[in-house]
């Protein structure tokens, strides 16, 4: 069965450092994802990318943060200066089409900032 | 703006006992709902939806209906298993020209045999 992966499942790193997490959506989809949920908190969206360009994004996502679909198969979050508060479990998502409503998750990256 | 609330956690239930997780939303228009499960070390996976109102979801055993007149979206189960030990999300769309999902705070359920 198709599924989404990230990688790392885990990366540390210090405050200020520049960060990039991969995600490989399933093959045939179409529209991209990023959420974030901080340790016991709600899973919050980030911003959503078709065709190419951000499609929405929440205030969360500030200059810090953008997307890129560099090749055909991987979808990647950077962080420029990470903060402390940058801390999260980012889970990337796909779905094959709006209408479906359906997007499919990955297990997620734990980011720790130090 | 639109929102998610579930009943806190941690659930903790006998395995066969009947299981009922509250969600309640505010939303404007007519949002579609989700539920959401994350199994231990794994992402969230989708467990139902219902896309309009009255409608019902279920998957494995698991039910929720789309309740308007009382903007609600319970899920329910008759008999729980150890193995749906896990934490259940309660998410909308909002419809319209966005795509996102809004979360609940998550409700962790345990099982016990």
């Known amino acids: 069965e198709p599924e989404v992966t990230q990688t790392p499942s885990h990366q540390v790193t210090q405050m200020g450092q520049e960060v990039i997490l991969r995600c490989v959506p399933i093959?045939?989809?179409?529209?991209f994802y990023w959420y974030r949920q901080i340790l016991g908190q709600k899973v919050e969206f980030l911003v959503s990318?078709?065709?190419?360009?951000?499609?929405?994004k929440s205030e969360i996502f500030d200059d810090q943060f953008s997307v890129e679909r560099p090749d055909g198969s991987n979808f990647t979050l950077k962080i420029r200066s990470t903060k402390l508060e940058d801390s999260a479990m980012y889970f990337c998502?796909?779905?094959?089409?709006?209408?479906?409503?359906?997007?499919?998750f990955g297990p997620g990256t734990r980011l720790t900032v130090l | 703006g639109n929102s998610v609330t579930q009943m806190e956690g941690p659930v903790t239930l006998s395995e066969e006992a009947f299981l009922t997780i509250n969600c309640t939303y505010t939303?404007?228009?007519?949002?579609?709902l989700f539920w959401y499960v994350q199994y231990p070390g794994e992402g969230l996976q989708l467990l139902l939806k219902?896309?309009?109102?009255?409608d019902k979801g279920s998957n494995k055993g698991f039910e929720a209906t789309y309740r308007k007149e009382t903007t609600s979206f319970h899920l329910e189960k008759g008999s729980v298993q150890v193995s749906d030990s896990a934490v259940y999300f309660c998410?909308?769309?909002?419809?319209?020209?966005?795509?996102?999902?809004?979360f609940g705070s998550g409700t962790r359920l345990l099982v016990r045999p």
């Open positions: 939303a404007t228009g007519y949002p579609s």
């Open positions: 998410a909308l769309r909002g419809g319209g020209s966005s795509y996102k999902l809004i």
């Open positions: 990318f078709y065709n190419n360009e951000i499609s929405e």
């Open positions: 093959s045939n989809h179409l529209y």
């Open positions: 219902a896309t309009k109102a009255d």
């Open positions: 998502a796909s779905s094959s089409e709006r209408a479906s409503n359906e997007q499919f």
